[in-house]
Structures are given as C-alpha cells and as structure tokens.
C-alpha cells in the first residue's frame, strides 16, 4: 500500500515561497520503483490538477501555470519529494497532495485516473 505524507503547507502573502514535503514508500519499494512522483493540487470549486512531476533519473515536468516558479525535487534517502514554490499567488491556494506516477514507455509521467489513495495533503493559502 502507497504511503503518503505531506507537510509544510502555511499561511503566506503574495510573492512570498514556501517548500513541501512529501514522505512515500515509494523509494523503498520495489514495486514502486519506475514510478515517478507527482505534486498535485486542489483549489475550492476546481478539479485536482497536477502540479509537476519528477522520474527516477530526475526528468521534471510542470504546469504551464508554474513554470518557473515551482522546483521539484527528490532525495531518495530520505524518501521524500519536494515543490519549492516561489513567487507565490493567490491562484496557488489550494490544498496539497503527492502520488506516484505511471512512467510511459515514452518517458513522460502521466497519472493513473483510477488513482484512489491519496494522502490528507497540505493546505497552501496565498493572501493578497
């Protein structure tokens, strides 16, 4: 079973940055190991979208509407991924959530739709 742990959601102005973090299994096992892992978010009234994403040999993808922003990582020892956010708006309040990815044969990251195991997510609140 997926183990999913966000953290580090606050409380911040605009043009402030905050950096999350997630803790997951997925580093640890093997079933999970050609996985990438994603950021996702979900704001009131609007549909979970994703965020970024990262693959094992550290190939990122982002969200038109983040790009250049958003930095994702990943350090596998500690079995955790991050989204350091920067220039912070008010259209990035939303909360949270990080999953494990599909990778295509392609190369690309691309989530499973019958994805159902999410964690509580962090809540990231962006004030005028």
């Known amino acids: 079973q997926v183990e999913l742990k966000e953290s580090g959601g606050d409380s911040v102005q605009s043009g402030g940055s905050l950096t999350l973090s997630c803790k997951t299994n997925?580093?640890?096992?093997?079933?999970?190991?050609?996985?990438?892992m994603g950021w996702f978010r979900q704001a009131p009234g609007n549909e979970r979208e994703g965020v970024a994403s990262?693959?094992?040999?550290?190939?990122?993808t982002y969200a038109d509407s983040v790009k250049g922003r958003f930095t994702i990582s990943q350090d596998k020892a500690k079995s955790t991924v991050y989204l350091q956010m920067n220039s912070l708006k008010e259209d990035d309040t939303a909360i949270y959530y990080c999953?494990?990815?599909?990778?295509?044969?392609?190369?690309?990251?691309?989530?499973?739709?019958?994805?159902?195991?999410w964690g509580q997510g962090t809540q990231v609140t962006v004030s005028q």
């Open positions: 999953a494990p990815v599909p990778r295509l044969r392609t190369g690309w990251c691309f989530p499973d739709p019958d994805f159902d195991d």
């Open positions: 997925k580093y640890t096992d093997s079933r999970l190991s050609r996985y990438c």
């Open positions: 990262i693959a094992p040999d550290d190939f990122t």
